[in-house]
């Protein structure tokens, strides 16, 4: 089955055909940093994260463009706010973003462009449109868009010109030719930092956004490119204004469009606008990174996601179920009994294990991770029968077929990010602190083992307990005691430890 993906602009489902074949290219607007990320941000980057994987895993060689919009309005109020300087406030929220990023599995785009740091080939876009009649210059330093000169203005969102929220007043002083035409280029205003201006053919200033991102995309994917994502509501005016000024100056631009839903509360989407933002940094001290992602990844792309108490709670006893299956899968398999098994599951084997045909099935009709989860829990239940049957076979088939569709999604128990030593492991990745600890619970069950073992029960329960208030639960086996960290507490949770 080919991959089929829903292009806003058509409004349908079509079959994915790249510009270049075996090659894709992709444009993802990104943050505007005026203030740390919140969960709707995460949204969008695990969604096309999922989707870089998925084309990856197909054997597509992907350039993912991912910019930062560093300088803005709302960053310099905001910073002005704060008494900081605009472009040290943008970095600092900038590096919050990747670190709530990187704790979460994204895998790095190929380019990370600053808006700042490509003003000549905006003032060159910018100079072109004007050049062809496409752009006007309103006063020194204002330069706008004449969405009149282009027929096609509108074909994205399907709207008549006439029937579109005009574009944002200018600045007093400033006539624009059509209620509707928006701002290139903006000039320096009175009180502005001097640095957020810079100079121009047509006056000093600064971008406008739409601008931006027709540069940097122009600047890393070319003339024409397969697909742009964001946010439905990047739809208009942003995506609009961004095709419009492209093709105005003779570039095909992107192929497809993808967007992806919201997060929603009541309804409603979640915006800090509404009261209702939850930022990653503060999620992230009570909720473990994986559990997190694994909620932001069980909803098809295009669906909004409904957030609610219930939603980590079920996102962390499901990831509780997936990964305690993989890491005793694992340890069976790699134990002497099982050599005939095919011993211990390698990272390779992951990367290259044929997956599912009913789980690549899913994820080629425009990334249906809902159906694909279906599959993984299928094999799940497989992997889980097998391991109580003492099917060594049988379990390391599972094991490797779980642990390949699971990173596709980027939610491998047992790779590089998740697994233990990893940054994403639950011992924050220092493998110093992973062996001693293991060593140091080690010592602990093997003394509880000798206490059972001499019938000295007193002992042995005040052993299990003393691991139990470091936060380490034992399981007894047939095989042994096996050990592994407690589930760390999820916001808004208040069950009982029986309860769980």
């Known amino acids: 089955m080919t991959l089929r993906l829903f292009d806003t602009a058509t409004r349908q489902v079509r079959d994915f055909v790249p510009v270049v074949p075996g090659e894709v290219g992709i444009y993802l607007c990104g943050a505007t940093v005026q203030a740390p990320p919140h ?20 054997g597509l060689r992907v350039t993912m463009v991912r910019n930062v919009t560093d300088i803005d309005d709302k960053i310099l109020s905001r910073s002005a706010e704060a008494g900081e300087p605009w472009w040290a406030w943008a970095m600092t929220n900038e590096r919050a973003f990747t670190a709530a990023f990187d704790a979460l599995g994204v895998l790095p785009p190929t380019y990370e462009p ?176 994986a559990v997190l992602r694994f909620a932001l990844t069980t909803v098809q ?70 159906a694909a989860l279906a599959v993984v829990h299928e094999h799940l239940r497989t992997g889980n029968t097998a391991l109580a049957e003492g099917d060594d076979v049988a379990t390391r088939a599972a094991l490797v077929a779980l642990r390949g569709m699971l990173d596709v999604l980027g939610l491998d128990p047992a790779g590089p990010h998740w697994g233990a030593g990893g940054p994403g492991g639950s011992v924050g990745g220092d493998a110093r602190s992973e062996t001693a600890l293991a060593v140091l619970v080690q010592a602990e069950l093997d003394a509880r083992a000798e206490a059972r073992a001499a019938r000295d029960y007193a002992t042995s329960d005040a052993i299990r307990d003393r691991l139990a208030a470091a936060g380490v639960v034992v399981e007894d086996s047939a095989t042994g005691a096996r050990w592994s960290l407690a589930a760390a507490r999820t916001a808004g949770s208040n069950s009982s430890e029986g309860e769980d």
């Open 114 to 289: 600053r808006a700042t740091g490509h003003i000549p080939a905006m003032v060159e876009l910018m100079t072109r449109l004007v050049e062809s009649g496409h752009a006007y210059v309103a006063r020194e330093g204002d330069v706008y868009f004449d969405v009149r000169s282009y027929a096609d203005y509108g074909s994205l969102t399907h709207q008549r010109v006439d029937d579109m929220s005009p574009a944002p007043d200018g600045p007093e002083g400033v006539d624009k030719r059509d209620p509707h035409d928006f701002a290139l280029w903006k000039a320096a205003k009175p009180g502005e930092p001097a640095t957020a201006a810079w100079d121009t053919p047509f006056g000093r200033g600064r971008p406008g956004w739409h601008l931006e991102c027709s540069a940097m995309a122009h600047r890393y994917l070319g003339d024409t490119f397969d697909i742009h994502g964001g946010g439905l509501d990047l739809r208009f005016p942003h995506h609009e204004n961004e095709q419009a000024q492209s093709r105005a100056a003779g570039y095909g631009f992107a192929r497809y469009w993808l967007h992806h839903g919201w997060v929603t509360q009541s309804g409603a989407k979640m915006s800090k606008s509404l009261g209702n933002g939850l930022l990653v940094g503060a999620l992230l001290e009570t909720v473990r990174p």
């Open 39 to 58: 969960i709707g941000h995460a949204r969008s980057v695990v969604a096309f994260d999922v989707l870089v994987r998925w084309l990856r895993r197909s």
């Open 301 to 370: 792309y295009r669906s909004m996601l409904e957030w609610s108490p219930d939603t980590l709670g079920e996102a962390e006893a499901t990831w509780d179920r997936l990964s305690g299956f993989v890491q005793r899968a694992a340890e069976r398999v790699a134990v002497a009994g099982a050599e005939d098994a095919g011993g211990a599951v390698t990272a390779d084997e992951v990367a290259t294990a044929e997956l599912p045909a009913e789980f690549v099935a899913a994820m080629d009709d425009d990334l249906n991770v809902p």
